[in-house]
């Protein structure tokens, strides 16, 4: 069994969610105090344009610190994987998945929130000209040539789709995971009308951990156990 199948829920539970939470709480922190300097060096009298340039800038400039937390989250990753895995190795033909397809839907969106991060300085600093270039065509009676505000809109645009996809794959994910752990229990493939608690309890892992990893646990003990192998 591989060896984050083996870690007991509450270590499990610091890694995924101790970790993220203490390094978020630290990029906040330090976000506010850069926010609160920059506040602190805008002199009376600067324009409006310029001071969201400098608010903006410290999201740039911070935002691609959030992407700590997110690597966190490939660990939960790595555990379905891993689950899914080992059910397969288990069960054999029993248990048959695909297996590609299944390893794009859970990593896919973890790249891709990284890509989103990096790609946020940017945004922000867009952000930035786009409320300058508003202000400044209201003020003048102008209204927004449509190739700017595409150009600002159309990533999120974009994103939509691809992230609706994206969470389908995720919820299909959840549903493998447990239909894998179940099958291991059962020592069958088990159908997905058997796991909609298991679904549920990976969908909220947070609560969710504190009761399937200590069936994986198991799981562990009875393949070292030949006695309490035959038993199940």
């Known amino acids: 069994m591989p060896g984050i199948l083996k870690l007991k829920h509450w270590q ?10 203490i390094v978020s709480t630290g990029v906040v922190v330090f976000m506010l105090g850069k ?9 009376p009298g600067t324009p409006d344009e310029q ?21 966190f989250s490939a660990v939960l990753i790595y555990w ?4 899914v895995d080992y059910a397969s190795k288990t069960l054999k033909e029993a248990y048959k998945y695909p297996k590609g397809l299944f390893r794009v839907a859970l990593w896919a969106p973890f790249l891709l929130a990284i890509l989103v991060f990096l790609w946020m300085p940017g945004f922000f600093r867009e952000l ?30 974009l994103l939509a789709p691809i992230s609706l996809v994206l969470s389908i794959g995720q919820l299909w994910t959840y549903l493998e995971t447990a239909r894998a ?7 069958r493939r088990v159908s997905a009308g058997e796991v909609v608690g298991e679904f549920f309890l990976n969908w909220f892992f947070f609560i969710g951990v504190w009761i399937l990893q200590p069936k994986i646990n ?10 309490l192998k035959e038993m199940v």
Do not use: C, H
Request: charge should be negative; hydrophobic fraction near 45%; aromatic fraction near 18%.
């Open 218 to 227: 198991k799981f562990d003990v009875t393949e070292k156990d030949p006695y």
């Open 80 to 83: 379905r994987q891993k689950v």
């Open 12 to 21: 499990l539970f610091s890694i995924i969610y101790g970790g993220p939470f």
């Open 51 to 71: 001071k969201f340039q400098q608010i903006f800038g410290v999201y740039a400039d911070v935002m691609p610190y959030f992407i700590i937390p997110i690597l």
């Open 128 to 157: 930035s000209e786009f409320v300058t270039e508003v202000e400044s065509n209201s003020i003048q009676g102008e209204e927004l040539p449509p190739s700017f505000v595409f150009k600002f809109l159309g990533t999120w645009i």
């Open 181 to 187: 752990i179940r099958s291991i229990e059962v020592g």
């Open 35 to 43: 926010i609160f300097a920059a506040v602190q060096q805008i002199e």
